[in-house]
């Protein structure tokens, strides 16, 4: 499930406002003051470019994730890949001979991530810290895909990943 823009609160509460000083507030009318309409449209404004800061900022970090998850694994030194290397390690699985193919948010509080093993095995994993530090989560599924992976929507991605391993 996509997360949903921060930037929708303030156009809903925009679209609200506007409604009401179309259709409630008289012509030449305030819904406040002067003074009050005023200090609400600057409030409005603020949250809106606090919000559209916030989306970039997460926009960012998914990208930056999408991009180099394999180079993360393994030398990152956010808690987040500090803890994953972690877990995975204490799956019995090297992390320096392993590639991450795929890795997003896929929830609120929960990662996705898909990963390939020196002697071709395929994971696929799901981080999750909910009601934790992103650097405190557990691996919260564990499935080895190994022998269904082609049924998968990842095949080709797997593929490529797997015939990298035999260069």
């Not at 005023?38 to 470019?49: E, P």
């Not at 180099?68 to 694994?73: E, G, I, R, W």
């Not at 991530?113 to 405190?136: A, C, H, M, P, S």
Request: charged content about 25%; aromatic content about 12%.
């Amino acid at each position: 499930m996509k997360k949903i823009p921060l930037t929708i609160i303030p156009i809903i509460t925009i679209i609200i406002f506007v409604s009401l000083f179309l259709f409630v507030v008289p012509k030449e009318g305030d819904l406040i003051s002067a003074g009050g309409d005023f200090f609400l449209g600057l409030t409005i404004s603020l949250l809106f470019f606090l919000c559209l800061f916030l989306d970039i900022v997460r926009y960012k970090k998914y990208k930056i994730i999408r991009n180099h998850p394999t180079h993360d694994l393994n030398s990152n030194s956010d808690p987040l890949w500090i803890r994953i290397r972690k877990l995975i390690t204490e799956k019995g699985i090297d992390t320096n001979t392993s590639h991450v193919i795929d890795f997003f948010t896929d929830d609120t509080c929960l990662y996705f991530g898909l990963l390939v093993t020196q002697n071709k095995r395929v994971i696929q994993f799901d981080y999750d810290y909910l009601r934790k530090d992103e650097g405190e989560g557990d691996l919260k599924t564990w499935n080895d895909i190994t022998d269904t992976w082609k049924a998968t929507p990842w095949k080709r991605t797997i593929e490529h990943a797997l015939n990298r391993i035999n260069l």
